[in-house]
């Protein structure tokens, strides 16, 4: 039977501490920090849900009764890089708090990754994608059209050993990182749907054009060919239906997106009509920075049947290792709303992290462990049996368990859910 959960000394909307029922002995705390207000919010409170259930599973550890204190990162709804390390310097300022789950957001890692490696706390993420965060490359050069590597300082952003003031890594995460997007979405297009021929466009910042590079660079290895290549800059003086035209022309049959949908991704897919004579059957493809999102769909209008995008996680209701996680969310969680693209991965973060703790308890002798103990048995996981899959992190504190998700927009209807279409795994071997 499942532990009731009691919340307590709420401090504002979405933030305090949430305790395990049956609170006895002494108390060791998880942190966890999120976007839990504003648009974020629908996907962040849903992946707090999976962490609330797993303590609900297991309210003690080693003796210890087990608490969650949750911080929002957001600001007015957005979230805010100086807020999540406010929250860290918080978080770290309580003896009881072992390790923080968190966050959802790159720019927001950016900004909690020093100040919490000098206090040596660990951090798990269940989502951040930036290879910047764990990396010296933004883009190896194999992902290149250009055969030159891309290095986080030339696309503006500090490098991991930058962000770890102590040189020891404290971060670790269980998502791929955004550089395998491209090639997976490649891997789709050529050998799922049987594109030979392609266009690219970008949006002019680094994350869409490291996803669009990567894209060509693989799918010219594997035998396609790039007709055409546009980066559209925010003044938007490039003539996107021109282009299209003429790719359209050179024999393009489908049409690559690095970018996001706020950068007007999916208007382009509405464009597609014009320029293609089946503007259905074109394929239009992207990443994480259009999946599932209503707002793309909205772009898209009409000609929204055929969008495809990678997301650099596993769907967990395909697999059956998590079957009986959902099970127990929904017994526990029965609002639609409660449950997200990110509950279940979550949840799987929790695990690993007690699984450390269980190791940095034992080795202390039963007693609250040294935090940087905590870091060590994270940065020793192997095997780790969770409900998306076998866990482990390597030496930079990257995931092992290397796949993505590729999803269809299934209607013109932005309200309804994007269907799963594939599974590109590259836990075996690298695209590059």
């Not at 720019?107 to 910047?132: D, H, K, L, Q």
């Not at 300082?153 to 003031?165: D, N, S």
Request: hydrophobic fraction near 40%.
């Amino acid at each position: 039977m499942l532990a009731l959960m009691s919340v307590v000394a709420v401090a504002g909307a979405c933030s305090g501490t949430i305790l395990s029922g049956n609170q006895s002995g002494p108390v060791l705390k998880i942190g966890v920090d999120l976007p839990l207000s504003g648009s974020e919010g629908r996907v962040a409170n849903p992946a707090l849900n999976g962490i609330k259930l797993y303590v609900q599973q297991h309210p003690t550890l080693d003796g210890f009764s087990v608490s969650i204190e949750v911080k929002d990162d957001s600001v007015d709804g957005v979230p805010e890089p100086p807020r999540g390390a406010a929250n860290l310097q918080a978080l770290i300022g309580d003896p009881a708090v072992m390790a923080v789950i968190g966050p959802f957001d790159s720019n927001i890692a950016r900004a909690e990754i020093p100040v919490a490696n000098t206090a040596f706390m660990a951090m798990i993420s269940p989502v951040t994608g930036s290879p910047c965060l764990t990396l010296a490359l933004y883009l190896p050069a194999a992902s290149s059209p250009a055969r030159a590597p891309v290095t986080c300082k030339q696309v503006g952003l500090p490098t991991a050993g930058e962000l770890r003031p102590t040189g020891v890594n404290n971060y670790f995460r269980l998502a791929t990182t955004d550089d395998l997007q491209g090639p997976a979405a490649a891997d789709f297009a050529f050998k799922s749907l049987h594109v030979l021929r392609a266009a690219t466009i970008s949006d002019h910042e680094a994350y869409g054009q490291a996803l669009e590079r990567s894209f060509a660079a693989r799918f010219t290895r594997l035998g396609g060919s790039v007709v055409g290549h546009l980066d559209v800059d925010p003044s938007g003086s490039q003539d996107v239906a021109s282009f299209l035209k003429r790719v359209r022309a050179d024999g393009a049959q489908a049409v690559y997106f690095g970018g996001i949908t706020a950068n007007g991704g999916c208007v382009i897919r509405s464009q597609m009509t014009n320029a293609f004579p089946s503007g259905e059957a074109a394929p239009y493809l992207g990443g994480d920075g259009i999946a599932e999102d209503p707002a793309c769909v909205e772009q898209a209008g009409s000609n929204s049947a055929g969008m495809y995008a990678t997301v650099p996680a596993v769907d967990p209701n395909f697999r059956g290792s998590a079957t009986p996680v959902i099970k127990a969310f929904r017994t526990s969680f029965p609002s639609p709303s409660d449950y997200g693209a990110y509950t279940v991965v979550s949840y799987d973060a929790t695990g690993v992290l007690y699984a450390a703790l269980d190791r940095a308890i034992k080795a202390a002798g039963g007693r609250l462990p040294a935090r940087a103990d905590v870091i060590t048995q994270l940065a020793a996981t192997q095997g780790y049996s969770g409900a998306t899959g076998t866990i482990g992190f390597d030496a930079a504190g990257d995931t092992t368990h290397r796949a993505l998700s590729v999803y269809e927009a299934a209607a013109a209807d932005p309200k309804a859910a994007w269907t799963l279409v594939g599974e590109i795994d590259y836990t075996e071997k690298l695209p590059y």
